[in-house]
């Protein structure tokens, strides 16, 4: 019964939507662009445009999502119901003023874009920020993440929240300050642990070890720094006993290995740093 109330209820919210938003066009055509493009589609959503400066790649995507793809906005009149910017930060102003009468809903989908922006472009504007790492090539599931949204006026909140809601039931109201904060944190954990696991997985390799020997391990990792209060005392290893004898012949083995070893060394040295009152230097 509680499976059947539920659809009824996803039923309904769409129907409300489907008064007031019916057709969308996307600016950009990049991982963002492409994972939500396709969402709306499925949902039943009329794609009209795809927009990217490079036809070619705006194509790619239309073919998808049965839209038209264009290359230049100041020939077309955008009157979809919803534009969704998946641009980088850096030039949504610039395309936008390329763009003439919006009087659609437009929102972003950035971390860190001032939503107060979109303001010189139409009166109706927010944001919707799937809080994920993308790619084109891989189908993300969007029931899983967490969209934060933001809009200025509660009509269009509401709007935008129930779009939100279509694809996932996190979504969470958060402005464009809490947002950059929230994108920053993002940063580190996603783009900086990638980076990590890249090198060390490249350091693996080149020594002849699996680096499925390293999952558990991994796995636990994270267990111990998200889910459990004073994550920063589950710190384990040799820079938190202080154990630079040990560190250094660490950063020495590491000699064939420059981009390992500098990333050892400088997380050496701030863990040092945090447990051991600057009494150590590498």
Not at 35 to 59: E, Q, R
Not at 181 to 200: E, K, M, P, Q, W
């Amino acid at each position: 019964m509680n499976n059947i109330n539920a659809r009824i209820a996803k039923l309904s919210i769409f129907a409300l939507l489907m008064n007031s938003v019916k057709t969308v066009s996307f600016l950009g055509s990049g991982n963002v662009a492409t994972n939500l493009a396709k969402a709306f589609y499925k949902k039943g959503f009329v794609i009209d445009y795809i927009y990217s400066n490079t036809l070619n790649n705006a194509t790619i995507l239309a073919q998808k999502v049965n839209a038209q793809p264009i290359n230049q906005l100041d020939k077309k009149t955008l009157d979809s119901d919803l534009i969704v910017v998946a641009l980088k930060d850096d030039i949504i102003v610039d395309v936008l003023k390329t763009v003439t009468n919006i009087s659609s809903l437009i929102v972003h989908t950035s971390g860190s874009f001032d939503t107060a922006k979109l303001g010189a472009f139409s009166n109706r504007y927010g944001c919707i920020y799937p809080f994920q790492t993308f790619r084109k090539e891989i189908e993300t599931q969007l029931e899983e993440i967490h969209f934060f949204v933001e809009a200025n006026s509660p009509e269009d909140m509401e709007t935008i929240s129930i779009v939100a809601k279509l694809f996932s039931e996190q979504v969470v109201e958060m402005n464009s300050s809490e947002r950059k904060s929230l994108h920053i944190a993002g940063v580190g954990l996603n783009n900086f642990t990638h980076y990590l696991l890249s090198i060390t997985k490249h350091y693996c390799e080149e020594n002849n070890l699996k680096p499925e020997y390293l999952t558990n391990l991994l796995m636990q990792t994270v267990n111990n720094s998200f889910y459990v209060d004073g994550a920063l005392n589950m710190q384990t290893g040799p820079a938190r006993r202080g154990d630079v004898a040990i560190i250094k012949e660490h950063i020495d083995q590491l000699e064939n290995s420059p981009k390992y070893q500098r990333i050892y060394k400088t997380f050496s040295q701030l863990i040092l740093d945090e447990f051991h009152e600057n009494q150590f230097k590498l």
